[in-house]
């Protein structure tokens, strides 16, 4: 069974840095995509951004020159790395991996950014 672990959410001030981290354990096999949604109090979840194990990224157009995502597969855990963050970024973030048609998901991490 494989499982997500995420770390390095907290709270920041507008403008300031944050980078999650997302461990996966417990698999055989590299995960085909792995990434990263959001979901903030009162709306639906969106996607942030996704790394493929070809090493494509795709971002939400919200955080394009913001955020950067990328995997180490070595380590299998995917990173997001937050620059300007704003008070609009304020969710609880979920790491998911993706391999052939199965799902799976971290547990979320908070993220809270100050105005």
């Known amino acids: 069974q494989v499982q997500l672990v995420e770390s390095g959410g907290g709270l920041v001030q507008a403008g300031g840095s944050l980078r999650l981290s997302c461990a996966a354990s417990?698999?055989?096999?590299?995960?085909?995509?792995m990434g990263w949604y959001r979901q903030a109090p009162g709306k639906q979840r969106e996607l942030v951004a996704t790394?493929?194990?070809?090493?494509?990224?795709n971002y939400a157009d919200s955080v394009k020159g913001r955020f950067t995502i990328s995997r180490d597969d070595a380590k299998n855990t995917v990173y997001l790395q937050m620059n300007s963050l704003k008070p609009e970024d304020t969710a609880v973030y979920y790491c998911f991996g993706r391999y052939s048609l199965y799902w799976y998901w971290g547990q979320g991490t908070q993220v809270t950014v100050s105005s």
């Open positions: 417990g698999s055989s096999f590299s995960l085909n995509a």
């Open positions: 790394v493929t194990s070809g090493g494509s990224t």
